[in-house]
């Protein structure tokens, strides 16, 4: 199906690899456009709950292929702006999906590559992480692709505006004592550390999965307390209404793990 991404389910979870290790999994017209599909398309995929992020080979992603860019990418003006948002909308339909993302961060993860594990929802990380803003290294502004939405709201605004102002790298020990990724592993482990943590999510219910990821995405830009305490408040009345509610319930007191059906 998908020339460029590499696709493996395993139970309610799916495994989307990048798939062109070759060329350390940079960012050609073919991968953005695969990955807008998947991306788009996962909203329908109710056998899907979690997602782990993931590339193939020694990178995670080494951002824009700068040999074979998107097709449009410097004709004109209007052209460059519809290459551009081909790319930068791919971030707003990973926040989007109502299935957790968890990005399996390996070796390079520069520019797009970057953004695309900014914009996950839970980073975990190799020891060979090496993460930077290359735009600014190339003549460009460092804010592209949503990395200067993320970057201060996971860091911070000093941190960020090294990051961004020098496109320095930011390595695996940096990045785990900075809380830019949740933990670091050997790379040879960090398979199974991304999937305990997807099989940790899994162990809740489908309803609650997505109402905890849109409550976050949205708390992130709240005006105030009580914007958020609604939110909550709708979120728990809704979950309380559904039979996997009253199957968390029993499963606790009957000291059983619970069975979720999503209804």
């Known amino acids: 199906?998908?020339?460029?991404?590499?696709?493996?389910?395993?139970?309610h979870c799916t495994w989307l690899t990048l798939n062109?290790?070759?060329?350390?999994?940079?960012?050609?017209?073919?991968?953005?456009?695969?990955?807008?599909?998947?991306?788009?398309?996962?909203?329908g995929d109710t056998e899907t709950r979690v997602v782990v992020l993931r590339g193939a080979g020694r990178a995670f992603c080494a951002g824009l292929d700068l040999k074979e860019p998107p097709s449009e990418v410097g004709a004109s003006v209007a052209g460059g702006l519809r290459a551009q948002r081909t790319i930068s909308e791919l971030v707003l339909l990973m926040r989007r999906a109502p299935q957790p993302i968890i990005a399996a961060v390996h070796g390079p993860a520069c520019g797009g590559g970057f953004a695309l594990a900014l914009a996950a929802d839970v980073r975990v990380a190799g020891e060979s992480l090496r993460m930077n803003a290359a735009f600014i290294r190339l003549g460009l502004s460092a804010c592209d692709v949503g990395v200067s939405y993320f970057l201060p709201r996971l860091l911070g605004a000093s941190v960020a505006a090294e990051l961004l102002l020098t496109g320095n790298f930011i390595d695996a020990?940096?990045?785990?004592?900075?809380?830019?990724?949740?933990?670091?592993?050997?790379?040879?482990?960090?398979?199974?550390?991304?999937?305990?943590?997807?099989e940790d999510m899994l162990r809740n219910s489908p309803l609650?999965?997505?109402?905890?990821?849109?409550?976050?995405?949205?708390?992130?830009?709240?005006?105030?307390?009580?914007?958020?305490?609604?939110?909550?408040?709708r979120n728990q009345i809704l979950a309380?209404?559904?039979?996997?509610?009253?199957?968390?319930?029993?499963?606790?007191?009957?000291?059983?793990?619970?069975?979720?059906?999503?209804?």
């Open 240 to 263: 309380a209404q559904s039979g996997d509610f009253r199957e968390g319930v029993a499963a606790f007191l009957e000291k059983r793990p619970a069975v979720f059906r999503d209804a």
């Open 173 to 198: 020990a940096r990045a785990e004592r900075t809380g830019l990724v949740s933990r670091v592993v050997p790379d040879a482990e960090l398979e199974a550390a991304a999937r305990a943590m997807a």
């Open 20 to 43: 062109r290790p070759d060329a350390l999994n940079a960012m050609n017209g073919q991968l953005v456009r695969e990955l807008r599909q998947f991306f788009w398309e996962l909203p």
């Open 208 to 233: 609650g999965l997505r109402l905890t990821k849109e409550c976050l995405k949205l708390a992130l830009d709240a005006g105030s307390l009580e914007e958020v305490v609604a939110m909550e408040d």
């Open 1 to 11: 199906m998908y020339e460029t991404l590499d696709l493996r389910r395993e139970g």
